[in-house]
């Protein structure tokens, strides 16, 4: 697993060895930062179920102002950011449940990415579930932010009271759905 492109370019990052861990795969990595390119330049960035980080600090390497990573689990997240000196000031790591930091009410984010474990039988439904209310209720998004879930092709996430589909892509067994607040009149 490595860093695609940015300042950090071809950097190997930390990750779990165990088959149960499965990473962002570098075509839907690229298809993702291609979408986002026009808006990381200086944009505030949210990683929830972040992991390894891999998909903050890409964010960061390619001009994003800062990242908060949220996932329970960060021992290889920071492994990661203390592998990138010129990263540290602009990644802030928080070891909590997303549903709990989405309730202190955070942001607004420019971009927030959701991609939570999915290998189990539910394909992580009730994370995407439970973070999309959450986002919904506390309104961390920017009013032109974007907000992305990567997840199982089989999975169809639906648009929410105040987020609507924008976009999905799909590569091999993976899926990414684009979200922006419905605009209301």
Known sequence: MRIIAGELRGRSLFYPQDRAFRPT?????????????????????????????????EALSRGAESCVFVDIETTFLRKNIALFESMKPKAEVVSKPVQLWIKQKQGPFDIVMIDP?????????????????????????ADSGILVC???????????????????????????????????L
Do not use: M, N
């Open 25 to 57: 795969q570098d075509r839907p990595k690229e298809a993702l930062f291609s979408i986002l390119h026009p808006r990381l330049e200086g944009a505030k960035v949210a990683d929830l179920f972040c992991g390894t980080g891999s998909l903050g600090l």
């Open 117 to 141: 474990p999915w290998h189990k039988e539910d394909r992580g439904k009730h994370h995407y579930d439970t973070a999309l209310l959450g986002l919904d209720e506390f309104d961390i998004l």
């Open 150 to 184: 990567e997840h199982h092709k089989s999975l169809v996430l639906e648009e929410t009271e105040h987020f609507e589909v924008t976009q999905t892509r799909a590569y091999s067994d993976t899926r990414l759905t684009f979200f922006q607040k419905k605009v209301t």
